[in-house]
């Protein structure tokens, strides 16, 4: 192939980008005698496709654990409706749709470190100023990181591990509250900055 100026300035690039460390490019100066010192604008560029490739990797991996959530899903559902198709057959008429659910005492969910506090303000932030009750939250958080893989927690304490992070989101003056803390009402929230009054 005939060698260009386009052409070795995208050889340079990959070299840079995959043949050198990237703690030896950005060394002050570059490394003597063989790569020059980094434009700023190249330095953007390779920490912008470097951010970009993390986050098409979370986001892979996010539709992994959903396709994953549909089968179960789907399995679920196939199982209440040979449960509902039971029911049909006995002399004794059940109406299904008056059973209430009764929801389960765990919760299946991956939080890396950070992901509460980011979650928390991303649900409130979501809603553009209107106050948001806490069980709001925790469902948004549950859908949000739901992984069948996870270890199963104890939903109790999933709920007082979101209640403290919304005082101390609070305590920092980000949060604004919209309840009694004395009251033994469910706590209702909002962000500082988006709160209209």
């Keep these: 192939m005939q060698e260009t100026p386009v052409r070795r300035g995208f050889l340079f690039l990959h070299a840079i980008c995959y043949l050198l460390p990237l703690n030896l490019i950005w060394a002050e100066g570059g490394i003597s005698g063989m790569v020059p010192k980094i434009p700023s604008s190249l330095k953007w560029l390779i920490d912008k496709r470097a951010r970009l490739d993390a986050e098409i990797k979370k986001t892979q991996a996010s539709l992994t654990s959903a396709k994953q959530l549909i089968e179960e899903l789907s399995k679920l559902e196939d199982d209440l409706a040979a449960i509902d198709r039971s029911l049909g057959l006995h002399e004794i008429k059940v109406e299904v749709e008056h ?4 929801r389960s005492h765990y919760v299946r969910v991956n939080l890396p470190r950070g992901e509460l506090t980011r979650s928390i303000l991303l649900c409130l932030r979501l809603r553009e100023g209107i106050p948001v009750k806490m069980g709001e ?4 958080i549950e859908a949000r990181h739901g992984d069948l893989s996870a270890s199963a927690g104890n939903r109790a ?22 309840h009694d803390p004395s009251s033994s009402k469910e706590g209702v929230w909002s962000l500082v900055d988006d709160y209209v009054g």
């Design 137 to 140: 939250i925790v469902s948004f």
């Design 157 to 178: 304490m999933f709920h007082r591990s979101v209640h403290n992070r919304l005082k101390a989101l609070f305590r920092e003056g980000r949060l604004k509250r919209h």
């Design 99 to 102: 059973i209430r659910p009764v």
